[in-house]
T-cell receptor, first 111, second 115 residues
Framework: GESVGLHLPTLSVQEGDNSIINCAYSNSASDYFIWYKQESGKGPQFIIDIRSNMDKRQGQRVTVLLNKTVKHLSLQIAATQPGDSAVYFCAENSGYSTLTFGKGTMLLVSP | DTGVSQDPRHKITKRGQNVTFRCDPISEHNRLYWYRQTLGQGPEFLTYFQNEAQLEKSRLLSDRFSAERPKGSFSTLEIQRTEQGDSAMYLC?????????????FGPGTRLTVL
């Protein structure tokens, strides 16, 4: 299938490792953030979200950290699996109802 | 399948032709969004509806593009006089705005190729 990950920053990890994907957002007024996973030829899939009044939120195997001081968001994936291989996007919502997406990071997990 | 669906999944057309894409959102969702994604980039917002009303349009949405959501359910996106630069993945998303959360669920997209 066609890749959406050409020319993207790439993180290569071994199966079982923990992965950390980083994102710098642009608008200090953004109050809501989402991480999406996109596999080749598919639409983005929601992973986890966080509001600006929080600095950490945990899901199943995933944790999102928000540092508003430096406008930085990270996604931590525990015990990374080959099925986690995809392009990951952070998106910010600055209150205008639309999402602004970052450039994306390709995660490659080798067995 | 109760997710967002889009039709067609792929469209190849010649420059100058008109094309129309359809999006069926998750049934209880009141908001519907259109995005465009080119290779290696994140999705870019085009427009969104709350129920039948088109509330916002991006500057990316030239006058050759028009979107409708006549009954507040499905939506169509039409591109007139297509250009090669219109080649992209067109993504639809829907959401139910609750207490400030705006979790948008995306469809599989329509891949447009303009020859």
């Amino acid at each position: 299938g066609e890749s959406v990950g050409l020319h993207l920053p790439t993180l290569s990890v071994q199966e079982g490792d923990n992965s950390i994907i980083n994102c710098a957002y642009s608008n200090s007024a953004s109050d809501y953030f989402i991480w999406y996973k996109q596999e080749s030829g598919k639409g983005p899939q929601f992973i986890i979200d966080i509001r600006s009044n929080m600095d950490k939120r945990q899901g199943q195997r995933v944790t999102v950290l928000l540092n508003k001081t430096v406008k930085h968001l990270s996604l931590q994936i525990a015990a990374t699996q080959p099925g986690d291989s995809a392009v990951y996007f952070c998106a910010e919502n600055s209150g205008y109802s639309t999402l602004t997406f970052g450039k994306g990071t390709m995660l490659l997990v080798s067995p | 399948d109760t997710g967002v669906s889009q039709d067609p999944r792929h469209k190849i057309t010649k420059r100058g032709q008109n094309v129309t894409f359809r999006c069926d959102p998750i049934s209880e969702h009141n908001r519907l969004y259109w995005y465009r994604q080119t290779l290696g980039q994140g999705p870019e917002f085009l427009t969104y509806f709350q129920n039948e009303a088109q509330l916002e349009k991006s500057r990316l949405l030239s006058d050759r593009f028009s979107a409708e959501r006549p009954k507040g359910s499905f939506s169509t996106l039409e591109i007139q006089r297509t250009e090669q630069g219109d080649s992209a993945m067109y993504l639809c998303a829907s959401s139910l705005l609750l207490a400030g959360y705006n979790e948008q669920f995306f469809g599989p997209g329509t891949r447009l190729t303009v020859l």
